[in-house]
Nanobody, 127 residues
Framework: QLQLVESGGGLVQPGGSLRLSCKAS????????IGWFRQAPGKGREGISC????????VYADSVKGRFTISRDNAKFTGYLQMNSLKPEDTGVYYC????????????????????WGQGTQVTVSS
């Protein structure tokens, strides 16, 4: 069964850090780009970062640029999102997703482009 499972969420104080993981099972990530989305209470799903097959080919939403870092380890079937300098507005459910990549990014923050999704992990930034 093809599955993505996120982990690493939790409660953190403003200015703190968390590292989210996205573990794939039932398939290899070698041919998939990995994206991270989040959904705050009462808001739509927001694309925040994506990493292509080339690990140096990444994109970030302006809201997280300079604070979040996306990475991947295909040997471990896992993608990561390192989140630093967290703010209360970063609170939400974080989802990872993957799509089969054949080259350059095309609308990496369009949810409909993604083939598989995880179930989400809650991140709460509060003092």
């Amino acid at each position: 069964q093809l599955q993505l499972v996120e982990s690493g969420g939790g409660l953190v104080q403003p200015g703190g850090s968390l590292r989210l993981s996205c573990k794939a099972s039932g398939f290899s990530l070698d041919n998939y780009a990995i994206g991270w989305f989040r959904q705050a209470p009462g808001k739509g799903r927001e694309g925040i970062s994506c990493i292509n097959l080339d690990p140096y080919n990444t994109v970030y939403a302006d809201s997280v640029k300079g604070r979040f870092t996306i990475s991947r380890d295909n040997a471990k079937f896992t993608g990561y999102l390192q989140m630093n300098s967290l703010k209360p507005e970063d609170t939400g459910v974080y989802y990872c997703a993957v799509f089969r990549s054949f080259g350059a990014f095309t609308r990496p923050f369009e949810p409909r482009n993604y083939d598989y999704w995880g179930q989400g992990t809650q991140v709460t930034v509060s003092s």
